[in-house]
């Protein structure tokens, strides 16, 4: 498949936000207020857990870590990752240069812009209609892997050493996410080829996500409510500003990174493959009146050319499919035609709700 075919939808153009809080407004444009987008019982004081890549990888018969991923996975969706043997001065390198990229002037980063219909590239997703309320925040998202994949004018267009640092960084990251899909293989008690055959060729793709500061935070989000369409994120906070929240039992969990820690998250791919075991959960982004905030979710799905559904090692007679089996390209071409509404998408994939793809 040509790269350049390659379209998985597109999205509205609107400003960029970063030259917009550049002009120091006192009060935000209408477009970006949220009917009260704080709502639900307050903000909870629990702590999302934390996963061990080493103890997770030791031959005990018992692994007590593997316990925890297999909980973490089932209850929270999320969980922090230490010890993941990506080198720490790679991670420094990336941060670095990701932060220099967005230092950089507008007429510059006008240069890897989003073409009318196609998501990748630098400026907004999910904005499908004049009417909808924006996020502030800016994104610039590509597909780094499989190498055959990438936009010729995106990722090797990319000033050095941004560029070198950022391939490694994406295949460094493939090993590690099929790692993590392997430990959560042996904790649900699947066959290893459910998993790996879906994930193997994979399309890994980035998000750099810029959050500008903003002069009336508790009125706007960074990124809306919503669960990833994906089947594992990987995301790393590249300063030290938080922001993200996850949902859980009807409050949002701020997340406090540990240093050099990996933030995983099961995203709505993997909750079909498991049938609905794993769970994807809602999370958003909150901005800051003073600071910038930055950080690069690193998404994995299923190679394109096939489809999905859950596992078949999965599935009894007592346990019957709840999701269908969908092609991936109308997957994600459905995903992207759409706001970003909670777990709406991954509801819709539901075996009973037949009538969702009929205008695809």
Same mark, same amino acid.
């Not at 499919?321 to 994600?332: E, H, T």
């Given at each position: 498949?040509?790269?350049?075919?390659?379209?998985?939808?597109?999205?509205?153009?609107?400003?960029?936000?970063?030259?917009?809080?550049?002009?120091?407004?006192?009060?935000?444009?209408?477009?970006?207020?949220?009917?009260?987008?704080?709502?639900?019982?307050?903000?909870?004081?629990?702590?999302?857990?934390?996963?061990?890549?080493?103890?997770?990888?030791?031959?005990?018969?018992?692994?007590?870590?593997?316990?925890?991923?297999?909980?973490?996975?089932?209850?929270?969706?999320?969980?922090?990752?230490?010890?993941?043997?990506?080198?720490?001065?790679?991670?420094?390198?990336?941060?670095?240069?990701?932060?220099?990229?967005?230092?950089?002037?507008?007429?510059?980063?006008?240069?890897?812009?989003?073409?009318?219909?196609?998501?990748?590239?630098?400026?907004?997703?999910?904005?499908?209609?004049?009417?909808?309320?924006?996020?502030?925040?800016?994104?610039?998202?590509?597909?780094?892997?499989?190498?055959?994949?990438?936009?010729?004018?995106?990722?090797?267009?990319?000033?050095?050493?941004?560029?070198?640092?950022?391939?490694?960084?994406?295949?460094?990251?493939?090993?590690?996410?099929?790692?993590?899909?392997?430990?959560?293989?042996?904790?649900?008690?699947?066959?290893?080829?459910?998993?790996?055959?879906?994930?193997?060729?994979?399309?890994?793709?980035?998000?750099?996500?810029?959050?500008?500061?903003?002069?009336?935070?508790?009125?706007?989000?960074?990124?809306?409510?919503?669960?990833?369409?994906?089947?594992?994120?990987?995301?790393?906070?590249?300063?030290?500003?938080?922001?993200?929240?996850?949902?859980?039992?009807?409050?949002?969990?701020?997340?406090?990174?540990?240093?050099?820690?990996?933030?995983?998250?099961?995203?709505?791919?993997?909750?079909?493959?498991?049938?609905?075991?794993?769970? =994807?959960? +809602?999370?958003?982004?909150?901005?800051?009146? $003073?600071?910038? @905030?930055?950080? /690069?979710?690193? %998404?994995?799905? &299923?190679?394109?050319?096939?489809?999905?559904?859950?596992?078949?090692?999965?599935?009894?007679?007592?346990?019957?499919?709840?999701?269908?089996?969908?092609?991936?390209?109308?997957?994600?071409?459905?995903?992207? =035609?759409? +706001?970003?509404?909670?777990?709406?998408?991954? $509801?819709?994939? @539901?075996?009973? /709700?037949?009538? %969702?793809?009929? &205008?695809?």
């Amino acid at each position: 498949m040509e790269s350049s075919m390659i379209k998985l939808g597109g999205s509205l153009k609107v400003p960029y936000v970063q030259e917009l809080a550049k002009e120091k407004f006192a009060s935000v444009p209408p477009r970006y207020i949220r009917p009260d987008p704080t709502k639900l019982h307050g903000v909870s004081t629990e702590e999302i857990p934390v996963i061990d890549m080493q103890r997770l990888l030791s031959d005990e018969s018992v692994n007590p870590e593997l316990e925890k991923l297999h909980f973490a996975c089932k209850e929270w969706g999320f969980f922090q990752l230490i010890n993941h043997g990506v080198s720490s001065s790679l991670v420094d390198k990336l941060k670095l240069e990701m932060q220099k990229f967005f230092n950089l002037r507008i007429e510059e980063k006008m240069r890897f812009a989003q073409e009318p219909g196609d998501v990748e590239g630098y400026g907004q997703a999910f904005v499908v209609s004049e009417e909808q309320k924006l996020d502030w925040g800016d994104m610039f998202y590509m597909v780094a892997l499989p190498t055959h994949l990438r936009k010729p004018h995106l990722l090797p267009k990319l000033p050095l050493p941004f560029r070198e640092t950022l391939d490694q960084y994406s295949r460094e990251l493939k090993i590690l996410a099929i790692k993590v899909l392997e430990q959560m293989t042996k904790a649900l008690g699947m066959k290893l080829e459910d998993m790996t055959m879906l994930f193997q060729e994979g399309m890994q793709s980035m998000r750099m996500n810029y959050y500008p500061p903003c002069p009336q935070p508790e009125l706007v989000m960074g990124l809306c409510p919503h669960s990833d369409a994906v089947g594992l994120t990987i995301l790393l906070q590249v300063n030290e500003v938080e922001g993200l929240q996850i949902k859980k039992a009807g409050a949002w969990v701020p997340v406090v990174p540990l240093p050099y820690a990996f933030i995983v998250n099961v995203g709505d791919i993997l909750e079909i493959v498991t049938n609905g075991i794993y769970k =994807s959960v +809602e999370h958003r982004a909150t901005v800051n009146l $003073h600071s910038e @905030r930055l950080s /690069i979710a690193t %998404f994995l799905v &299923p190679k394109l050319g096939g489809d999905m559904g859950p596992a078949p090692s999965l599935i009894t007679p007592e346990n019957p499919a709840i999701f269908r089996r969908i092609s991936m390209i109308d997957y994600l071409k459905a995903f992207f =035609s759409r +706001e970003l509404d909670g777990k709406s998408f991954v $509801h819709a994939m @539901r075996t009973q /709700i037949e009538d %969702f793809w009929a &205008p695809l």
